[in-house]
């Protein structure tokens, strides 16, 4: 078992910058690979980006390439979203996610742990 803890969301203006965090405890975070995914108000939750367990490959949606980050410190059991010239349709609830070992996956079915998600509201 792994609990996810995310932070680091808020309002920010467009064009803007914020830095998600997402705290894992339980289990040793090196060994599995990471999601961040969103959900705006009456959409379905989509994908944002992933890194893997082993290299740390990273993966984004082609709506977020070139503007977010995604990193992680398996010394601080954390992975972080680093997100830049942030738009108005970036508002939604982002949550983080695991999988021990998995390959990084676009679909949310793919990962096993979830964390309770955290808003960011970007206003034009």
């Known amino acids: 078992q792994v609990q996810l803890v995310e932070s680091g969301g808020g309002l920010v203006q467009a064009g803007g910058s914020l830095r998600l965090s997402c705290a894992a405890s339980?289990?040793?975070?090196?060994?599995?690979?990471a999601g961040w995914f969103r959900q705006a108000p009456g959409k379905e939750r989509e994908f944002v980006a992933a890194?893997?367990?082993?290299?740390?490959?990273?993966y984004y949606a082609d709506s977020v390439k070139g503007r977010f980050t995604i990193s992680r410190d398996d010394a601080e059991n954390t992975v972080y979203l680093q997100m830049n010239s942030l738009k108005p349709e970036d508002t939604a609830v982002y949550y983080c996610?695991?999988?021990?070992?998995?390959?990084?996956?676009?679909?949310?079915?793919?990962?096993?742990?979830w964390g309770q998600g955290t808003q960011v509201t970007v206003s034009s």
């Open positions: 339980g289990r040793t975070f090196s060994s599995y690979t």
């Open positions: 996610a695991a999988v021990y070992r998995g390959p990084p996956r676009y679909d949310d079915s793919a990962y096993d742990y």
């Open positions: 890194i893997n367990w082993s290299g740390g490959s990273t």
